[in-house]
């Protein structure tokens, strides 16, 4: 009896209106996908497109820059949050270049979004890595 959505890179989120509201923000809450702890709260952050590149999920230590080129997905559904004190449970990665990337907090499984060491008031959590609940 599992009540929580998901967006499937196959799939895509065919139905987002289930998930953002008529002003553009999340109706549900945001979950990690791993361990279920609470992200976001519904009403706080506004569906973005933007193209960003996410490394594959994985434990924190072994998101790293590695010579070459990383595994990971090209996604475009995010919500998007500007004060880093609206999450409920996140932690960051090392500086990656000029991005860090966000994990949940409590399994550290990520990356579930990114932000930008440039933009201070940026920070995008993938639809594709999270629940909604």
């Known amino acids: 009896m599992d009540n929580h959505e998901q967006c499937s890179p196959s799939e895509g989120c065919a139905d987002r209106s289930t998930l953002v509201s008529e002003d553009g923000k999340n109706i549900k809450s945001v979950l990690c996908q791993r361990c279920g702890s609470k992200v976001l709260c519904p009403g706080v952050a506004v569906f973005a497109e933007k193209e960003l590149f996410l490394p594959a999920m994985r434990k924190k230590t072994t998101i790293t820059q590695s010579e070459g080129?990383?595994?990971?997905?090209?996604?475009?559904?995010?919500?998007?949050?500007?004060?880093?004190?609206?999450?409920?449970?996140?932690?960051?990665?090392?500086?990656v270049g000029r991005i860090k990337y966000l994990i949940c907090a409590d399994c550290e499984i990520g990356p579930i979004g990114w932000h930008c060491l440039d933009d201070k008031k940026s920070f995008y959590v993938a639809l594709e890595r999270v629940n909604h609940a």
């Open 69 to 95: 080129s990383m595994d990971g997905d090209k996604l475009t559904a995010h919500w998007l949050v500007d004060d880093m004190y609206t999450f409920e449970n996140v932690g960051f990665t090392k500086d």
